[in-house]
């Protein structure tokens, strides 16, 4: 059975920085892409940064956190990570993390139905 804990929310101040953890187990960490998205209250789900299934490989953002955001992995500790910095409030949400079993480096994913396991999400909250 996949289970992907995320870790790592808090309240920070607008400009401050936040690393979340995703841990997976269950699976064949290395062979599946790994997503992160946030839902803010009223609105959907949206996309922020995916990393393909090794640690060198393609990472893509969404463009309100890019050049703030950063997502790497540890495959030898299952383990994907969003560093979080020049937060705004605007950052606020349930942040995400989600599994895609892969079979190329290219293959990343942006929307949510391309993910198909689902951590329980953790709190990020930027006060202004």
């Known amino acids: 059975q996949v289970q992907l804990v995320e870790s790592g929310g808090g309240l920070v101040q607008a400009g401050g920085s936040l690393t979340l953890s995703c841990t997976a187990s269950?699976?064949?960490?290395?062979?599946?892409?790994i997503g992160w998205f946030r839902q803010a209250p009223g609105k959907e789900r949206e996309f922020v940064a995916t990393i393909s299934w090794w640690s060198g490989g393609n990472t893509y953002y969404a463009d309100s956190v890019k050049g703030r955001f950063t997502i790497s992995r540890d495959n030898a500790k299952n383990t994907v990570y969003l560093q979080m910095n020049s937060l705004k409030p605007e950052d606020t949400a349930v942040y995400y993390c989600?599994?895609?079993?892969?079979?190329?480096?290219?293959?990343?994913?942006?929307?949510?139905?391309?993910?198909?396991?689902w951590g329980q999400g953790t709190q990020v909250t930027v006060s202004s």
């Open positions: 989600a599994a895609r079993r892969v079979y190329t480096d290219s293959m990343l994913g942006t929307t949510p139905n391309e993910f198909g396991s």
């Open positions: 269950g699976l064949t960490f290395s062979s599946y892409a």
